[in-house]
């Protein structure tokens, strides 16, 4: 009896861990996020980070083909059984699926989920957020096109004149502790030793989910895509190294990303940041004034727009059902864990920048 109470007691608990948490955010900041997460993601981090390749890849890849032949072994079980026993066989089936979601789950909050309602970047870093005029958008859209096109011509091209990070995407995912390292001395929540960010050997195959990084708070590690345009993997990096840093929040994370290849030493991060944020900066700006959005457009200098035309290539190829499904999915997921616009959040990044800009222009 005691065995039967101890699932659904694990299960609530998570539940009103994660409600309670919500009405709490600097209680989480303090206790949760600054102390418990950190300590328990590093450990886990270091550990998995002794493995060369992505143990949470080979988890999916393992998982999926024991889910397979596990359903098959469980129907002919339940087939052998007496009509009148059947029900009672799937139902011990079913019972054993819903102890591993709950721990799953449990799981999730516990090593992660509760990130979600920490304090705002913004309160955490001293910003102020707020209503944007369209002018300040595209003042901001002038800064970072500007600064996009100084970098531009400090970076390498591949053959078809497309700007490859120093060193390849190994050389990207080796160098990207080097942003959080100097942005530390500034934001010291950034600061701590992690595993380094580790490549998905079947990124071919995960493009088509629109999928260009995830953090799996079960090994501590950060995986990336190495598909994409090699631009954008250093700020994909970036992304999920703010993530394993207990940031969950996917516009902060974008920030993040932007912030710590900023500090980054080297041009092609710092380019790899700023394409990043200037793609969503004008996205923004496409939305409240098509005019000065293609009048800006065509400041871009000619290496910034091979890139981009890559990009959108690259993401035109991997469309259909399997990235539009992974979008719902992923919509659904955020909206769970309290992001209200699901994957629209990503670009409320632009709100994190226009305060920043604000700050440094000394209004």
Not at 29 to 40: I, K, M, Q, T, W
Not at 67 to 89: D, F, H, N, Q, S
Not at 128 to 139: H, M, P
Request: hydrophobic residues 45%; aromatic residues 12%.
């Amino acid at each position: 009896m005691r065995a039967r109470l101890l699932w659904p007691t694990l299960f609530g608990l998570a539940v009103g861990i994660q409600r309670l948490s919500r009405l709490a955010p600097d209680w989480v900041e303090g206790l949760y996020s600054r102390h418990l997460f950190p300590a328990v993601a590093r450990g886990l981090s270091f550990i998995f980070g002794l493995f060369p390749f992505s143990v949470a890849e080979l988890t999916v890849w393992v998982t999926v083909p024991l889910i397979i032949l596990w359903l098959i072994v469980a129907a002919r079980a339940v087939g052998r059984r007496p009509r009148a026993k059947r029900l009672e066989a799937v139902w011990r089936h079913v019972a054993l699926v819903l102890v591993v979601f709950v721990i799953a789950y449990a799981g999730f909050v516990f090593l992660w989920g509760v990130n979600y309602n920490r304090q705002p970047l913004a309160q955490t870093i001293g910003l102020k957020t707020g209503q944007a005029s369209v002018d300040e958008l595209a003042a901001l859209c002038r800064l970072l096109i500007d600064r996009a096109n100084a970098l531009r011509p400090l970076v390498g091209e591949d053959s078809t004149g497309v700007a490859v990070p120093n060193g390849g995407v190994d050389g990207a995912l080796r160098r990207a502790q080097q942003g959080f390292d100097r942005a530390a001395a500034n934001y010291p929540a950034l600061g701590g030793r992690y595993s380094r960010p580790k490549g998905v050997l079947t990124s071919a195959l995960w493009s088509y989910t629109g999928t260009s990084g995830m953090y799996w708070p079960f090994t501590g590690e950060a995986n990336v895509n190495t598909a994409a345009p090699a631009f954008t993997i250093p700020a994909t990096a970036a992304h999920e190294m703010a993530h394993q840093r207990g940031f969950a929040r996917e516009d902060e994370a974008n920030y993040l990303a932007y912030l710590t290849c900023r500090f980054h030493p080297d041009a092609d991060f710092q380019y790899s940041g700023t394409m990043l944020a200037l793609t969503e900066a004008m996205s923004a700006l496409r939305g409240r004034d098509p005019g000065t959005f293609k009048e800006l457009a065509g400041r871009y200098g000619a290496g910034v727009k091979r890139d981009l035309v890559r990009e959108a290539e690259f993401r035109k190829t991997h469309e259909g059902l399997v990235s539009d499904y992974s979008d719902r999915v992923n919509d659904r997921y955020l909206k769970a864990n309290g992001q209200t616009e699901g994957i629209g959040s990503y670009g409320r990044m632009v709100d994190l920048l226009l305060a920043e800009f604000r700050a440094n222009s000394g209004r």
